[in-house]
Each structure stands twice: as structure tokens, then as C-alpha cells.
């Protein structure tokens, strides 16, 4: 089946210590996109990546990197500089001029 | 640091009753608007889009207007169901590829 998948679906760190979110889509677009949820609000975009080896940095950029090395996958790291990493984050792959397809998200804590 | 986001405002409809949530998009130059309804926990998932160039959608139990005029979007829920509990959000599309994402309202349904 098409879709995209993100991976893990919880994880737990450690302060201080730097995390990647994995994303995979098998649907053949060229867009990937990082978004970043806390409780009760809104989506908030992280990074952007419209083609391979290019991405672009969203609303609140600062404590991430993103790498787009390949068609199908687009990981984020979260990185100890991001100072209040405790989120849900939600990964989402976008034909050209189309609707954003999301993943199932992945939900970090940090102990 | 990073702004903090608005928290969602809620919408009490009972069950049986029709549901409007509303949503007012920012740029008079964009041409797709989407709706996406997030269960919690979950992604967003796509409902129903309109391009530009209607003013009138309908799918099942839903319908998705447009009045380019005030820039306004609305999304009507026929019969509400508590299956339908869930954080809807509009998205609207401009130059192809920018998307622009609303803060979201809470739907509640009770019996």
C-alpha cells in the first residue's frame, strides 16, 4: 500500500542528547515536510523539502536538521540545542500543487 | 525562542444537530483550500478540497464552501456523529506548492 510512514512512534530522551525521526514515503512525491504539534494547538512547520538534496527551513527551524539525500526519505533530527523538544511531530509528503499526506506522527519525550 | 501557539477553539454540537466550523485564510491569491480532521494521537487526515474556482463542494455528510470575497472557508458536518469528535484544520494552497496551514478547531460532539 502507498503512504507514508514515520518511525518511532514514541521515544524517549534524554536531555542532552540529539534524536532522528524517520520518514518514508512510497508515494513517488516530490515535497516532504516536518511539523511540529504541542498539546491542544496548531501545526507548526520545522523544515521543508521540495526536491532532493534541497530543503528549507520552516517557522522554527532552530534546534533541528533535516537531510533529503534520497526521493523517499526525509529524517529530522532534534538536536540538544531545541530547548523544549517535548512534541508531537508529524511528518507529511505533498504531490505537486496537491493535499498533504501525514504520517502517523511520532511523539517524543523528554525525561 | 519559539512563539508560543494559540490554543484551539471548541466547537459542542450534539449529536444529530449539523456542524459549521469556520476558517478565515490569509492570502487572496490562493487557489486550493483543504480540510483535514485529526483524531487524537493520529495525523491529520484530508476530507474534502475546493479549488478557486467554486464556490460549492459536497461529499458524504460533508460540504466545503468558499467565499473568496472575505476569504472565508466553511466546513459542514450533516448529522454530526461522535465519530466526528476531532481537531478539524483548513489548509490553503497558493503558487502550486506554499501551504498555509489554520490554527484548528476542536469539534465536540455529545449524546
Known amino acids: 500500500d502507498g503512504g507514508i510512514t514515520q518511525s518511532p512512534k514514541y521515544l524517549f530522551r534524554k536531555e542532552g542528547q540529539n534524536v532522528t525521526l524517520s520518514c518514508e514515503q512510497n508515494l513517488n512525491h516530490d515535497a516532504m515536510y516536518w511539523y511540529r504539534q504541542d498539546p491542544g494547538q496548531g501545526l507548526r512547520l520545522i523544515y521543508y523539502?521540495?526536491?532532493?538534496?534541497?530543503?528549507q527551513k520552516g517557522d522554527i527551524a532552530e534546534g533541528y536538521s533535516v537531510s533529503r539525500e534520497k526521493k523517499e526519505s526525509f529524517p529530522l533530527t532534534v538536536t540538544s540545542a531545541q530547548k523544549n523538544p517535548t512534541a508531537f511531530y508529524l511528518c507529511a509528503s505533498q504531490r505537486r500543487g496537491g493535499e498533504l499526506f501525514f504520517g502517523e506522527g511520532s511523539r517524543l519525550t523528554v525525561l | 525562542g519559539e512563539s508560543v501557539g494559540l490554543h484551539l477553539p471548541t466547537l459542542s454540537v450534539q449529536e444529530g444537530d449539523n456542524s459549521i466550523i469556520n476558517c478565515a485564510y490569509s492570502?487572496?491569491?490562493?487557489?486550493?483550500f483543504i480540510w483535514y480532521k485529526q483524531e487524537s494521537g493520529k495525523g491529520p487526515q484530508f476530507i474534502i478540497d475546493i479549488r478557486s474556482n467554486m464556490d460549492k463542494r459536497q461529499g458524504q455528510r460533508v460540504t466545503v464552501l468558499l467565499n473568496k470575497t472575505v476569504k472565508h472557508l466553511s466546513l459542514q458536518i450533516a448529522a454530526t456523529q461522535p465519530g466526528d469528535s476531532a481537531v478539524y484544520f483548513c489548509a490553503e494552497i497558493y503558487n502550486t506548492d506554499k501551504l498555509i496551514f489554520g490554527t484548528g478547531t476542536r469539534l465536540q460532539v455529545f449524546p
Open positions: 492570502n487572496s491569491a490562493s487557489d486550493y
Open positions: 523539502s521540495q526536491i532532493v538534496n534541497d530543503f
